[in-house]
């Protein structure tokens, strides 16, 4: 059964009565918080309390950004949208995000560093689930990680 995730405030939810979607009526969102994106994971995952969420389009630009981010980050919302997430962050490397792109597989705990609006480079734990609707994109987590 598709368990789906808020990016926004991470409440998980099965989609037992179609509330979710994809049934062409309405864009999903998140019945807790309302954020109007909720994603679809194959498999469970529990993020972190500190994990930052930001969903992207199939060319990897940012399509909405999470609470958490700005305070991982420093940059807000309007600066990060529509950017190349892996410019936009300055991670240190954007290869798994192509792979994620390119194959459809999740990749977890990929250990890079972003670099904040204020340039302090900071080591974040990755984790990039790949979009299983015909759009394509992909859901990109970051955590802070004690270097
Ligand atoms: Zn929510």
Redesign the pocket.
């Known amino acids: 059964m598709p368990v789906y995730i ?1 990016p ?4 998980r939810s099965v989609d037992v009565d179609g509330f979710e979607g994809l049934t062409g009526s309405a864009q999903p969102q ?6 109007g994106f ?1 994603f679809q994971l194959l498999e469970d995952f529990y993020p972190a309390p500190s994990t930052g969420f930001l969903v992207c389009d199939a060319d990897a630009r940012v399509l909405a950004v999470g609470r958490g981010v700005f305070e991982l980050t420093g940059w807000h919302d309007a600066d990060l949208m529509g950017q190349d997430v892996a410019t936009a962050l300055s991670l240190s490397d954007g290869e798994a995000i192509e792979v994620v792109r390119e194959w459809g597989v999740r990749k977890l705990g990929q250990e890079l560093d972003l670099v904040t609006r204020a340039g302090i480079r900071k080591p974040v734990t990755v984790d990039l689930f790949p979009a299983y609707d015909d759009d394509g994109g992909l859901l990109v987590g970051l955590t802070p990680r004690t270097a």
């Not at 926004?8 to 409440?11: E, G, L, R, V």
């Open positions: 808020c926004n405030c991470k409440n998140c019945r807790r918080c309302g954020f909720v």
